[in-house]
T-cell receptor, first 111, second 115 residues
Framework: LAKTTQPISMDSYEGQEVNITCSHN???????ITWYQQFPSQGPRFIIQ???TKVTNEVASLFIPADRKSSTLSLPRVSLSDTAVYYC????????????FGDGTTLTVKP | GAVVSQHPSWVICKSGTSVKIECRSL??????MFWYRQFPKQSLMLMAT?????????EQGVEKDKFLINHASLTLSTLTVTSAHPEDSSFYIC???????????FGPGTRLTVT
């Protein structure tokens, strides 16, 4: 399975916009890109999913360029409670729908 | 949104005993369920994929005789850790996918501690 690549960690301050980029060079035509947030000792929580261009919901935006080999999760005006690990997943339908988690990005929001 | 539950949320057992963890999709039918294991400060590692009514598919390096998975219905999958040892202590997380959805819905996880 092709892996996703994200920065290991990022620091930010309250009120700033945070952009986390994920590389997925081997993404297949039918695959979607999904981002999850995980707090310690909890299961991952769905943030946003997209296929191409831009997707926005009440908590985040997802930017996907035309070649789809990367994606950027944008969190507007982060708060201390956004401190968590963020994972991007590419759902490889060519592998019976299973996904491989990369290392994730640990975001630390400081006051 | 879709809800996935796990039971128990934490369990402590003695070495050599077996422990069963349940994963339920509460408001949708899960055609596929996944079991992950996560060690402290590490990412989730996929252990196996189970489809309702068929045998689970295990990832390389995961002992199928030690980690028994049963997906008997569209809303329930179980993971049984047999003859548990302290190195099996970990955070076990299940996820479920229904129909053609590309989204996985994750359970809250189960903390297993083997003494």
């Amino acid at each position: 399975l092709a892996k996703t690549t994200q920065p290991i960690s990022m620091d930010s301050y309250e009120g700033q916009e945070v952009n986390i980029t994920c590389s997925h060079n081997n993404i297949a035509t039918n695959d979607y890109i999904t981002w999850y947030q995980q707090f310690p000792s909890q299961g991952p929580r769905f943030i946003i999913q997209g296929y191409k261009t831009k997707v926005t919901n009440e908590v985040a935006s997802l930017f996907i360029p035309a070649d789809r080999k990367s994606s950027t999760l944008s969190l507007p005006r982060v708060s201390l409670s956004d401190t968590a690990v963020y994972y991007c997943l590419v759902d490889y339908n060519t592998n019976a729908g299973k996904s491989t988690f990369g290392d994730g990005t640990t975001l630390t929001v400081k006051p | 949104g879709a809800v996935v539950s796990q039971h128990p949320s934490w369990v402590i057992c003695k070495s050599g005993t077996s422990v069963k963890i349940e994963c339920r999709s509460l408001d949708f039918q899960a055609t596929t369920m996944f079991w992950y294991r996560q060690f402290p400060k590490q990412s989730l590692m996929l252990m196996a994929t189970s489809n309702e009514g068929s045998k689970a598919t295990y990832e390389q390096g995961v002992e199928k005789d030690k980690f028994l998975i049963n997906h008997a219905s569209l809303t329930l999958s179980t993971l049984t850790v047999t003859s548990a040892h302290p190195e099996d202590s970990s955070f076990y997380i299940c996820s479920a996918r229904g129909g053609t959805s590309a989204e996985q819905y994750f359970g809250p996880g189960t903390r297993l501690t083997v003494t």
